[in-house]
Nanobody, 125 residues
Framework: QVQLVESGGGSVEAGGSLRLSCAAS????????VGWVRQAPGKEREGVAH???????YYHDSVKGRFTMSRDNAKNTLYLQMNSLKSEDTAMYYC???????????????????WGQGTLVTVSA
């Protein structure tokens, strides 16, 4: 069973930085899409960044140049380094995962099958 556990959220002033972590376990597929999704109050889920099973990173336009996703395979942990945070980045952030079929693209992370419990990020202006 896939388990994803996020940590690292908190409150920060605009312009500040936070690093989110996601401890992942339980998936045995050879190719897995992993990513970060956020949901602000009253808004739909939004895929922020994801890593494909082929090793390619993708970012939402709103976070390009500010957020960086990485993975430590030895620790089975994903990270999302968030710099130059803005008030509009305030949201619940979720780690998510999805099995990637051979030769296909990852789905929009907002529709991945496996989710963590989320960690809240609050950015004050």
């Amino acid at each position: 069973q896939v388990q994803l556990v996020e940590s690292g959220g908190g409150s920060v002033e605009a312009g500040g930085s936070l690093r989110l972590s996601c401890a992942a376990s339980g998936y045995t597929a050879s190719r897995v899409c992993v990513g970060w999704v956020r949901q602000a109050p009253g808004k739909e889920r939004e895929g922020v960044a994801h890593l494909t099973g082929y090793g390619n990173f993708y970012y939402h336009d709103s976070v390009k140049g500010r957020f960086t996703m990485s993975r430590d395979n030895a620790k089975n942990t994903l990270y999302l380094q968030m710099n130059s945070l803005k008030s509009e980045d305030t949201a619940m952030y979720y780690c998510a995962a999805d099995i990637q079929d051979a030769g296909t693209y990852c789905r929009d992370p907002a529709y991945f099958d496996y989710w963590g419990q989320g960690t809240l990020v609050t950015v004050s202006a």
